[in-house]
């Protein structure tokens, strides 16, 4: 079972306490009634699905019930860092090469 | 009395305390200390099994948890009837009852073992390519008797009455195994202060210094040290010493699995003693300490009973005192076999001769055993275990070819070398990295903060165990923030050291021959059917695997694995590395269920939800049905009274007079704030700025791609604040859209939201007279329908409680919902029931309900939906506010799918013959005589005898189905084609004039 850092409680909780939310980083267009079919296919269906590193959402549904962001490694399922909804992508991650 | 093979003065045991067993009915003594293998060893007993496939006679490979062979039936009483249980493993205790497996009808004469001499049939992959037809044969025919013939043991027939404790645990430093190296570490660790936890899975500590005699360790015997060393770390407060148990599973970031066999050991545990106990324990290091596991040598007949590691002779005669034969011979590639051979000698056993494939080793094992006298064969091989229940001989030739020689012996001692168990490291995600001078797999990159040590880690000696071990233990203690310890490192006088060894099948065995040379004795893995699988096209080590089975039964290769490796690895002409290890999977050992399932069985499997009314229901004799965790009353019988005409009287009279339902397991979310009117707009998607405090609107929640995720009614309290209802089972998930929404896309709206579900009981009255009942318990409320119209919500109180009261309507006829706090729900009812009583009012379950409301084509998200379904399909286009600019669905809405013609629609349908009852998922076709298979129109979602109507009415998705209104459609069934009428979807007042009726 894995260890996951809630970004609001600040603290390392497992797994179980979790759900995640799928890909992080997909904002709702804000006039989304005009987008076209091409760009709304891309918003809806279209994710990433990497090998490797992935930014997602995560919910503390049992614990605080907030929302965040995660970036996980696919291939080893570990988590680089945890950060709250509405943060930017962090520009570089820790461990990363400088 | 001693038993013929206990050898006194020998081993640890006290001959003081014996204890009574039997097996196969026979009844047997053995001391108190034993394990089943042990003892029947004593006894001189080596037949113990027939094999999986062949049900070739079997005896002891072993003395601990790596045994393929020795599997026996441990029967307690008729409920607890362990299969499988290895003899090796199982402690004795007085009483024992142990059955051999897989046998008819005796372990000494076994029809099944015609198989062996039809194994020509039998070779790899035979079962994928012997009864492929007649096709309907494998099912009826050819797979009942295969598993009938082919088994291991049986299971019990009775629901196991033990039970499992479970247990979390965390510790700075988790040490998984109590040999030499895992002690060290432990104590190392233990000196710094931090949380330590050290398990091993035999009942005593010490590892392989059970059988090692030259071991001594801080001036005394190797396994007095150990039992010392576990003495004190018991009396630390800070280490949990377990034994007795094993780590099944290494998982994320060291969270490991751990079963502790509780009371299996012991004679009448009673039920204060749980059978096992579950350890989840997360670890900040974990050290792996789980030592090495000697292999057999590959040859044929190498599975006879008798024939066995050296390692495991050594470990009945130095710790349980037992000699396994009179007359022992013995074959190896390596060292080790040779200390065996040496002790058995002292002990007084007669050596016949070691057959040494090596050409010229030396060393001083080898020394001591040619000055005992042991004759000693260089460069030769034992090319066939002659014997049938029992060896009786070996045949040794020179390893090259030659003429050979038949020695007499009642035992074989082999050693092709030791496999250092990387299993844990395997699981931890670690990568093996194979050593092309020692031809083993050791741990190579560590994927988790674990570090293996001694034997598993590749360490020869005692010596160098012992170091790492101490050196380790103490790191991980550091690194986990352990002060720097006091104790000092235990100081190894002397100890063994072997290596090296051999892979693969020996002499006799190789390309070319076809003799019986067990690779992986407990699934019938030969040499030979490694060769055939490579030969027939499987070149990856995992489709060997596969097509041989070897490695893949309860022991997962643990003796087999190499030597099938280098075996495929030689067909094919490729380095071992290249060919590459299988994944290690957990678990290490088997697991019982019982222990993974803990105490979550029966009634605490799942949460179980009741309402405030449940009690009152079931004394009425209610009927309950399953929704989710709820527990709904379904109907209320009558005395004499069937389903049907429960609910056709249910039915009836909530339509003439009226009737009482608990609705109180519809979701409820109360939205609150300033913005909770803007929020609702979003989230919904009919208008509700508009709505006027004091009224209810049906409202529809669609997903970002248009289709119905939820529905229910919402009624407005106030300005700002919803009190939102949602369907029985979407209320988690709503909520959960809702805040999704909220917290991540809206986070600028100022709202609240909580769930209420718990907090109000809710009870339905519905029917003529409901404001009726209702009235007369009503204060600060003006139900009139002037003040208080069809879809509207007032709060006041009833019964002196507080209330929200929803004038609304799941039947079509005037009616009521009451909310009140939970708690006063039993109350509320039971006054609303008197009141009820005196019009002639019913109490009505689900299923009544879910017929008035299909009368009035009300539909059920998730019964008339099925997540495809837009609300135009579902003629709910009333509900979409069309001049709204956003809400969650809007355009998704839009899609070229979602407004294409030809859709399915929702319609009701008639039968032709008003008494026949369509079947719920039926299909629907529209020409019943085109060919097979037909084109699907549709399907039934809802259907019911309505006793109202006077017929059967039901409600369909159908293609185009608005367009398709009084066509004659058909639904095939396997007893005929039954014809119905496309209709509309209201069966009852289709003008909605009951509602305020």
Redesign the interface.
Known sequence: ???IRCPYCEEERPELEF?N?GEAHI??PT???A?S?DD?EKF?FIRANPKGVIYE?W?H?HGC???FNAVRDTV??KFVMTYK??EPKPAKLPGAPK | MNAAFRISGAGRLSQAKTASFSFDGKPYTGIAGDTLASALLANGVHLVGRSFKYHRPRGFLSAGAEEPNALVQIVRDDARKTPNVRATVQELYDGLIANSQNRWPSLAFDVGAVNDIASPMFSAGFYYKTFMWPKWAWKDLYEPKIRAAAGLGVSPEKPDPDHYASRYAHCEVLVLGGGAAGIASAVAAAETGVRVILADEQAEFGGSLRFESGARIDGQDGYAWAQAAIARLKAMDNVRVLSRTTAFGY???N?VGLVERVSDHIKNPGRELARERLW?V?ANRVVIATGAIERHMVFANNDRPGVMLASAARTYLNHYGVAVGRNVGVYTANDSAYAAAIDLKKAGVNIAAIVDLRDNPSGPVIDEARALGIEINFGRAVVSAGGKLRVSSMTVQPKNGGGGRTIPVDAILMSAGWTPSVHLFSQS?GKVAFNEESKRFVPGAY?QDCVSVGACNGADGLDATVDEAYAAGAKAAKEAGGKVGKGAKPKVDAGESWSRGMLGAGPGAGPGTTVKAFVDFQNDVTAKDIRQAVHEGMHSIEHVKRFTTNGMATDQGKTSNMHGLAIAAEELGKPIPQVGLTTFRAPYTPVTFGSIVGHARGALFDPTRRTATHGWAARQGAVFEDVGHWKRAWYFPKAGEGMHAAVNRECVTVRKVGGLFDASTLGKIEVVGPDAAKFMELLYTNPWEKLESGRCRYGIMLR??GFIYDDGVVGRLAPDRFHVTTTTGGAPRVM?HM??YL???F?HLNVWLTSITEQWAVIAVQGPKSRDIIAPLVEGIDMSDEAMPHMSVREGKICGVPTRLFRMSFTGERGFEVNVPADYGEAVWEALWAEGQKHGATAYGTETMHVLRAEKGYIIVGQDTDGTVTPNDAGLDWAVGKKK??FVG???L???DLVAKGRKQLVGLKTKDPKVVLEEGAQIVADPKQPIPMKMIGHVTSSYWSENCGRSIALALVAGGRDRMGQTLYVPMPNGTIEVEVTGMVFVDEKGERLNG
């Open positions: 079972m894995l260890l759900r939310a904002a709702r006039n989304i009634a987008e079919d709304f809806f959402r919910r549904i019930a907030r929302f080893t399922d909804a509405g | 998982y994320a970031q969270f989840q997360r995600r994927a970002e791609d959960n805040e999704d917290q991540t896309e986070p600019t956003d809007i355009r998704g839009t899609r070229p």
